[in-house]
């Protein structure tokens, strides 16, 4: 195990750098991390005014020491800050995937549950992150590198996403960067860092990291390219089989935090949605205002797509899932999307989803589907690092898809509460369910853009990713 941990943090620093802009850093944090998972950060900051630096919680607050706290005087230019930092104790009282945990020697946490953010600035900061670890130790996270350092610019340390920390497994995996597959586009690599926490079955590590490959392909293929340049998932291994709670963290940098079984089995892992759906999640921005429904609509209409066109599910599948799940999200059209909880944010957000990519395909007369609306605004630069308004990102898909779909129906169902009918919209599609089975109608008035939602139109055939027990 030291060994292939050693093994992978030479890969890290031997892995694929990323053009970044020239922009001199307003902060750099070196940080020590200790084997005992405690933190030594010293801050220097370039500022003429003071500075404080906090903590994003009181909890987080209660394990910094060595740090009094306050306004930091300037001197000669330069604001300075230390302060050590109990790693270890803090992920233990958390002890939740989504906001920091512990397994063993190696934590998953978010950047910010650590490192206190700098206040005083007119804007924010960018600042440079330097971590040394001992030897079988390694750090790693979603933002960019930038020489030896990783790099946080146009986000707030508090929302800044997942930190691998301590004796973790590292992968690095090659994957075509964002946009990169389209025809007559150069290609251009990207990069998946994948963390294993302690706990993993050593018979199950080989196969989970054979699924993340695997999966990231899928996307890649759906996407013309990953979701992103660079990118951490964080696996955190759980006494129960399968694959369990799944988040995206967006901000500076993107990752993916999944729970998965620490005798996780290939069969099982490929039978679940969880990383497919939180991959999706990578690829869009985050949607300001109460857009939750759109957010995670497109993740859940996407996920059995996406398998589907990798041959992982059926074309029947697919619409049967459809058929089962989308009544749970008919009755908030009338009420308004915005008013949208629970399973509504999923399957009221689906059916939207559905009714965009007939009308993108039907209004582009087939050449466009909801796959370049989202592709098509993650290349305009609405990634999953990003923040934007719903109009915002309305607009990059009406550019991307040459149409007017998507804001005629934000007009239609967002801003007017107009019902869905979904009996009939079955009927239009051709879409039925005869004795437990999906029959589909090829007569049907819609059924010409019925047939290029799943599999995806003709003349653009989808690529299988082989299963391991395929290949």
């Not at 953010?117 to 790693?140: C, K, N």
Request: with cysteine.
């Amino acid at each position: 195990m030291v060994l292939r941990i050693l093994l992978a943090v030479l890969l890290l620093g031997a892995g694929p750098a990323y053009a970044q802009p020239a922009r001199v850093p307003d902060c750099t944090a070196d940080v020590v991390l200790h084997d005992a998972l405690t933190l030594d950060v010293a801050y220097h900051c370039r500022s003429s005014l003071p500075l404080s630096f906090v903590a994003e919680s009181e909890r987080a607050q209660s394990f910094v020491g060595n740090f009094a706290g306050g306004r930091i005087e300037s001197v000669n230019g330069l604001v300075e800050a230390h302060y050590r930092f109990d790693l270890g104790g803090y992920a233990r009282a958390i002890n939740t995937p989504a906001d920091g945990i512990q397994r063993g020697k190696s934590v998953l946490v978010p950047l910010g549950g650590w490192l206190l953010e700098p206040r005083g600035y007119q804007r924010l900061p960018v600042i440079d992150i330097r971590v040394r670890t001992p030897d079988g130790m390694a750090f790693s996270s979603g933002l960019p590198r930038v020489g030896d350092a990783w790099r946080l610019a146009d986000a707030s340390v508090r929302f800044a996403g997942y930190t691998a920390l301590g004796r973790f497994e590292l992968h690095e995996l090659v994957v075509p960067a964002p946009g990169s597959l389209r025809p007559g586009q150069p290609k251009k690599d990207a990069v998946l860092r994948l963390a294993l926490l302690d706990g993993f079955a050593e018979g199950s590590r080989r196969a989970i990291v054979d699924w993340v490959r695997r999966t990231a392909e899928a996307e890649a293929n759906y996407w013309h390219g990953f979701t992103a340049p660079e990118m951490l998932v964080g696996l955190v291994p759980v006494p129960r089989p399968g694959v369990g709670f799944g988040r995206t963290q967006p901000a500076g940098g993107v990752t993916v935090m999944v729970e998965v079984g620490e005798n996780a089995d290939s069969r099982r892992l490929f039978n679940d949605w969880v990383l497919v759906h939180e991959l999706i999640h990578s690829g869009m921005p985050y949607i300001r205002g109460r857009a939750t429904w759109f957010m995670e609509g497109s993740a859940t209409y996407v996920e059995p797509i996406i398998r589907a066109r990798a041959g992982w599910k059926t074309e029947e599948e697919v619409w049967k899932e459809w058929m089962m799940n989308m009544p749970q999200g008919v009755g908030v059209f009338p009420r308004g999307l915005p008013a949208a909880s629970g399973r509504e944010n999923y399957w009221g957000g689906a059916i939207f989803m559905l009714l965009a990519d007939l009308a993108i395909r039907r209004e582009s007369d087939g050449a466009k589907g909801l796959e370049d609306c989202l592709a098509g605004a993650l290349w305009d630069g609405l990634d999953g690092a990003g923040r934007v308004s719903l109009e915002a990102y309305t607009q990059a898909c009406n550019r991307a898809t040459g149409t007017k779909a998507m804001s005629a129906l934000i007009d239609r169902y967002y801003n007017a509460n107009t019902p869905v009918d979904l009996d009939a919209l079955w009927k239009e599609l051709g879409v039925s369910m005869v004795g437990g089975r999906i029959v589909l109608d090829d007569s049907a008035p819609q059924a010409k853009w019925r047939r290029m939602i799943v599999m995806g139109p003709p003349g653009a055939a989808p690529r299988p990713v082989k299963l391991p027990w395929e290949s």
